[in-house]
Structure formats: structure tokens, C-alpha cells
């Protein structure tokens, strides 16, 4: 099966353990059967290499995500990049060109596009597999575009309903309503609508002769290229609302939107994570401790904790979907972030001084670069490797200190993971002073 | 008036801002008329001198808290250390003996002893005077042994209590109550008795008179010298048991026991300090945030949350008293602490590697010192010093490196305040691995 699982989301209904670099599903909270934690989506491509070993997995996502999907789901997986973000239609049709013009896949071969977190049973995955089938060559009545339609379990005004003809397994769809209210859902649901899940597949060019009427581009290479000219269109607006041939497949199994705090803590393997300490008189409360300091709680009633290097969160789950505008509020970058080389953490900062551990992958080295304000010293705490500075390459061990006046051409190269404490110095500490360099060596 | 201020306290009732080293009696969460923070002892020491600008104090402590004392009230504070842990009698007889040796205090004049950690109004400190007054010599009715005893506001069971003879504002005590039950305390109140504060005053020659039968010493230096060999006991059960001419003096104004999160919140001027936001759910709750990443809180109800780079405490304020068993299972060392020349506080602890924040206040520096299983290296992110390695003196300034491998003699000196981050390297960082030496210059 062909299947194009789209990565995107902002981070920060999850914070302060997802953040602008790493959205929620990618915080590994979960749990696999072997005890690992995992996140979502390493969940869900486990799940979907369990229901199809042979899986055609193409990952949609933006630049920002990259390094953390090829660090959770291995140097293999395919992913491909928008450039910059447009809306859901180019996002689709770009990585089904990546499909058709990288991946050969056929025109009339079944391609299905599926969110990257839904929280679900491995029988969701036979229904995607189900739904493949039901798009493609061999089902004399396809449909043009086949959704999955999920039987609601009560009235919620969150989801979109799809209005089906009847109440069979696989059926034609009436009509689409948006977000409803709870009593006009509750209709719905009376005449047998089910929760649109955002999972559709058709036939690859069925989406590509629509994406060439609408788009400007010939093939993959001069989409991505061009992908900043592209006119911002959602799927739903270029292809769901015109197209007359559309068909729905229910499924009754396990199906949970973990976007906040509060749905997350229901799928949660444990109670607590990290140093956390709970006293008996604490009751459905989660704590989430990523920091290497010790949380105590007394008391708790319904809260969930969650403290990472980017900051705290102590709230009622209730209140917990609430939290947007407090996030937007919070100044600063990410304090925690990984990269393609491996991750940084942000121990400290003071008004002249910021403090970074950063953790490099073996066989892995930072960009070549210098910064106009400010200076910097490594001090190599564990790990082999090798410096360049302005040009110069030598060995680190542990206990060395590489010391970078501002202006000073250098790179990190691990030979093994290797750990480094940076001190920036200076009075303009700020993300953007860095001029990068050709690799000199 | 002569005052001998008692500043004890483990520190694990406000952890995580209290710790090992810095007692509650520290923590600067109150407010002083300027609108800047104050701590405990600094708003008693206020009060002191507001109602007695001759007050002769002498603050009764151990070694760990002199750094901090110091810190707080300044150089010029009278400091009496009791070399190790004994009980209130020979602390009491140490500060005593101080006053009499080194203060030159006579027999006859009064001396008030009080707990440092009373969260008073100012009619108290009046209160503390007229009990002088009442001990010394002028007063021809004066006891051996005069109380302070607190009027109750309610039957509690954290108080002894004091029956008096009668309820006059100054009258002869007919006996003490330990902690009663509640309803035992209701019938004592009927009775017209009085919470004991911890507040007594007696003329200097009568105590030492005391201590001199019980106690092996003659003065003060010698008493310090061979302070290990005294006997541990009480000064209840060494003088206030045994003595029958005790007089209580009535107290009325504003008097509280802050010693656990749920009364400090009571008294804390802000609900919130640091970086912290609060939606509008959040009823009756206090924050204090002490590191310098943002806390949001949404829905909290009846909650203190204190996170200091020791630890994170969410609690239930009913709760919170309970917090000590909690404390005592967290591992580790004070990752914060005042020391004589400055502070630090630990910033990231890895398996083999420690980093740490050091400030030096400006004219201190470190001891000269080694250590056998670790390297260190400094980064100066601030001010100006000098450090001394192996013998040799250096200037640093901000962006100076330097590297100290295990065996090297080092320390820091700071001519201006001066900032630095060290980094500690090694299989087995621990505290007690530092050799000190002679003064190297």
C-alpha cells in the first residue's frame, strides 16, 4: 500500500514538551510492547509496518521536522519536504509527485493519506489497508476518493461529520458538515453520520490530473523547486467539495484525537515519567518530568505536570485544551531541540552568558560556521572527535576546551557520540548571528 | 537591649527553595516597605532595630548558615557558632557566654532569647523590649525566667501551652502543657492559657550561674573549643523545669508560625514571583518560580507550586505540610547554595559530567584547593579576577578559558562581582573530593 502520512502541527498544545521545533507527535510518552517509550509517530509507523510490511510510507512535512522524524523513524524512511508552508492541497499533491516521479508508483495504483497521530488499535491499520483496496483497480466500484468514516461515540462538536447514503459498510457520502454544535451533531449521528478522521485515498493520478488543472508545475523536482509560488488551497476546497464520487468506509475501532494534555494523559502507559515522587493522596493526575530535578506532589486532583528545558506546565486537564494563548505568550526559542546531528539542551541564561549541552551522534558534525557577537567555549565532557577551526583540524578527548573568539571559523565532528558544554559569550546572544561556510576540509 | 537571635531549621518544610544549607528562615519571599524582597531573618532583624536602634543582637547558629546570615544582614552582624549540633542549653549557654566574653554584657543587665523565624508586626518587637525591662534589675517583682506567651485565636495542637496564675498582663506561671489534642487545648484556653512562643528573657548571671552547675566550661573560648564534649539537653529540661519563679507576659498583636508552605503563603506579598503566568481559574494559589524558565499554571485551586534549581514542589496547600518523608527520599547535594565568597547553583548533572554556575562577589575568592578524581575548566562570563594555578597568578577576564586537571591547585579570585561557568569532568564527581591548602600568595 501506498501511503502518505502528513506530519505537520505548530507544538503547542503540548508544551512545554512539544515546542516550535518539536510538535507533539513527536514527545515520547508512550509505550511499546517491549516497555520503550515511543511517540506517536513512531507508534503509528510501527503499526502501519505491522499491518503491511511492504508499506510505501512517504512522509509530508515541513523543513523544521526533518531531522526529528529521520532521528524517531531512521535514516530510511521517506520524506518529503515542502519547502515553506502552503496549505493542505499543495502539501498532498507535492508528495504525490514525490510518489509518482521518485517512488514510480502508477497512476491508477491506490494512494492513501492519513494524519500522522491519530491514537489507534492495529485493527485502524487493516482498515486503512481495506480502504486501498476499495480505492484502487480491482473494485469495479470505486469511488473517486474513498474516506474513512469513524463511528462517533458521542456528540462531540470538535469533528467534522460525514453524511453517509446509507448505514452499509462502504456506502456513497450525501454530504459534508463542519464542526456542529453537540445538539446538531447528536442529529447527525441519529441519521447514521460518522467523524471525518482526515484519512482519504484515491488512485495517484485521479489527485494528479486535479493538481495539474490547479497548480502550475510538471513533475516533482519543478514543484519543489517552485513550491513558494504555489497558491495556498486546502484539499478539502480543491478537490473534496467539487468532486460528485465519494465514497465512505466505516470503522468502529479505537480512535483518539491526543491532541491536548488532558486526551493524552488517557493513553499514557504510566502516570508518571521521569523524577517524579506522587503521595497517596493524589488522584488521576499525570506528571511528566523530562528535567534532571525532582518533582513532589501532594495533593493532586485531575492535573497534569509537565516540566521539559523549555518550561513548566501545572494545570487542571480540564483546562488544559486552554493553553494556546499562554504558550504565544512565553518569549523566547525552543530550549530544547534536536537536530540532524543530534540535539541541543539550554542549561542557562544570563544576561551576557548562555549555557548549551549538546549531545552530537556519532559520525555526525555541526555546520561549519563563525558568529560576529559573541564568543564560545567547548568543553568536551564525553565522546571522541575531531574540531576544525578556521581550517585547522585537531582530536578532542574529554576534558578538552576549544576556545572560539568571535569571528573564528568551527566545527564539532563525533567519532562517537560525543558531549560537549558550550558558554556563549557576549552582549548580543541571538540565534540569527551565524555566517555558515562550505565544508573546509 | 540584649537579644540572642536562635536560627535553626533543617530547610526541608520549604523545599525546594529551602535545602540542606539554606533554612526557611532565608527564603526572600517576603516584601520590606521599598517593595523589595526580604527573607525571614531579614524582616526580624528590621523590625529589631526599628523598635531598638541600640539592640545588642548575637545570632546563635551552625557553621552551615553562617555564609548565608552574613549574606543577608551584612559583615557587621554578631555571629556566635556552635561548632557542631547540641541541644537549646548549650547553644543558649554559648551565646551567652559570648555576650559576657566577648560583648562585655554584666550580670545583671536582661537578655531576651527568640527565635529568628516569627512572622510579627512591630508591637511584638515592643513586646520583646518591655520583657527586658521586666527581667532586669530595675523591675524589683522580676522573675528568674520571663515568657512571652502568645494569646491563642484558636485551640491549636502545633503549641504548648502556658497556664498562667491569673490573667493579668504580667503574672507568675503555675505550669506548662506540651502539644495538646484540640479539645484539651479548648479547655486550657478557657483556663486562660497562653501559646509559648519560644520567647524568654532572664538576667545574664543567672543563666550562666545555670550553666556553669551543668556544663563544663569557664568562658566562652574555651566553651566553644570543647563544645563536642558537652552534654546534649534541652533548655527546657535544664532550666525552665526546674525552675520555679517564672512570670509570662501576655502578647496580643500579630504573631505566626510560618514554617510550612500553606502558612508562608499567607504572609507572601505577591502570589506570584518569577517567571509565571496564571489563567484566570486560578484561585487562591502561589507561585514561585526561581528558575528562569516560564511556568504556566491553568486551574489551580488551593495550590503552592515552588520550583528552585533543586526541585519542582506542585502541591494541595492542606497538603503541603507533609512534605518532609518527600524530601528526604530526593538524592542529592543542594544544587544552590550562598557561600561565604558568593553562590552557585548546579545547572546540569551527567553521568560523568557536572556544570555548574559560580558567582563570586566582588574582593572574595575560592579556596585554594585540588581535586584528585575530577577536571574542572572555567569559563569567565563576567566581571573581572584573577585565578592562581599551581602558584602562578593570572588576570582573567570574561571569554578566558581555564583548564585544571585533577591534581592541579586552583582557585578564583573576583575583583569585580565576577560570573563563570566550571564544568566538572571525571567517572566520579563527588563534594566531599577537594584537598585544601595554605594560602598560596
Known sequence: MNLILLSGGSGQRLWPLSNNIRSKQFVPLLKNDRGEHESMVQRVYRQIMAADPQANIVVATGKRQVSTIKNQLGDKVSVCVEPCRRDTFPAIVLACAYLADVKG???????????????????????????????????????????????????????????????????????????????????????????????????????????????????????????????????????AEKEPDIAVMRYAGEWKDVGTWNTFCEVMSDPTIGKVQMDETCRNSNVINQLNIPIICMGLQNMVVAASSDGILVSDKGRSSHIKPYVEQVEGEARFAEKSWGSFTVLDVQPEATTIR????????????????????????????RTVIDGVERPVHPGDVVAMPAGVRHTLIADSPLQAVEVQIGAEIDVADKQKYDWPL
Chains 1, 2 share one sequence.
Not at 358 to 384: F, M, Q
Open 358 to 385: 549538546i549531545a552530537l551522534n556519532s559520525g555526525h558534525r555541526l555546520t561549519y560556521h563563525s558568529h560576529e557577537h559573541r564568543d564560545e567555549v567547548w568543553t568536551i565532557v564525553s565522546g571522541l572527535g
Open 105 to 239: 508508483v502508477g497512476p491508477r495504483e491506490p494512494v492513501v493519506v492519513c494524519p500522522v497521530d491519530p491514537y489507534v488499535d492495529d485493527s485502524y491499520f487493516a482498515a486503512v489497508r481495506r480502504m486501498a483496496e476499495l480505492a484502487g483497480p480491482g473494485n469495479p466500484n470505486a469511488a473517486h476518493l474513498t474516506l474513512m468514516g469513524i463511528e462517533p461515540t458521542y456528540p462531540s462538536a470538535k469533528f467534522g461529520y460525514i453524511i453517509p447514503a446509507g448505514k452499509d459498510p462502504v456506502s456513497r457520502v450525501v454530504s459534508f458538515k463542519e464542526k456542529p454544535d453537540e445538539q446538531t451533531a447528536a442529529g447527525y449521528i441519529a441519521r447514521g453520520a460518522l467523524w471525518n478522521g482526515g484519512v482519504f485515498a484515491f488512485q495517484l493520478g485521479y489527485l494528479l490530473k486535479a493538481a495539474h488543472k490547479q497548480l502550475d508545475f510538471r513533475h516533482f523536482a519543478d514543484l519543489q523547486a517552485n513550491y513558494a509560488l504555489q497558491k495556498r488551497i486546502s484539499f478539502d476546497y480543491a478537490v
